[in-house]
């Protein structure tokens, strides 16, 4: 369940909400959500997690790479299910480092509003998120990273997609 912090204190139950990203992720195994009749660009799935879980002063580098390589899970799960016949459909993780609570997956059933978001260039290469936190990405997925820090952001902000080829 996605949940914002609205208090400092400790966050209890750490290992039961990583145990039930686990199973979150799992259960779009076999699972194809083609386009509905409302003929939409895309559908997406937010991280289901405590916010404290992934970013602010609480959150680890380890319990952030494993939410995220849940992400990435779901992500190929949601690949290998897709029935290619029935029209454009495209996984990809969408990530905002460091702030994981914004992450998501989504199916992109348009190429050009795919395009948009991989973007022409791959502004953070050679840089991969998936070298940096020790990730396992499907082996079909590309990582494309862009730099959207703000001038009055307090610290670099990078925005990634991790998905498959438009």
């Known amino acids: 369940m996605r949940q914002i912090a609205l208090s400092n204190k400790p966050l209890r139950g750490v290992h039961r909400r990583l145990r039930a990203l686990e199973h979150w992720a799992c259960s779009f195994r076999d699972q194809f959500h083609p386009r509905s009749v409302h003929m939409e660009r895309y559908t ?26 849940q992400l990435l899970e779901a992500a190929s ?17 969408l990530l905002v480092w460091p702030w994981v609570h914004q992450s998501e997956i989504t199916l992109f059933y348009d190429r050009d509003y795919y395009l948009g978001f991989l973007g022409e260039t791959n502004s953070l290469k050679p840089e991969r998120i998936s070298h940096a936190l020790a990730l396992r990405t499907p082996a079909h997925f590309i990582e494309h990273g862009h730099d959207v820090t703000q001038s009055e952001d307090e610290v670099a902000i990078q925005w990634w997609c991790i998905g498959e080829p438009a």
Not at 60 to 66: D, K, N, P, S, T
Not at 77 to 93: E, I, M, P, Q, T
């Open 77 to 93: 799960h949601l690949s290998n299910a897709a029935d290619r016949s029935k029209g454009y459909y495209r996984v990809a993780c």
């Open 44 to 69: 997406h799935w937010k991280i289901p997690v405590h916010e404290a879980l992934v970013q602010g002063p609480q959150a680890r580098i380890e319990v952030q790479a494993f939410c995220i390589q």
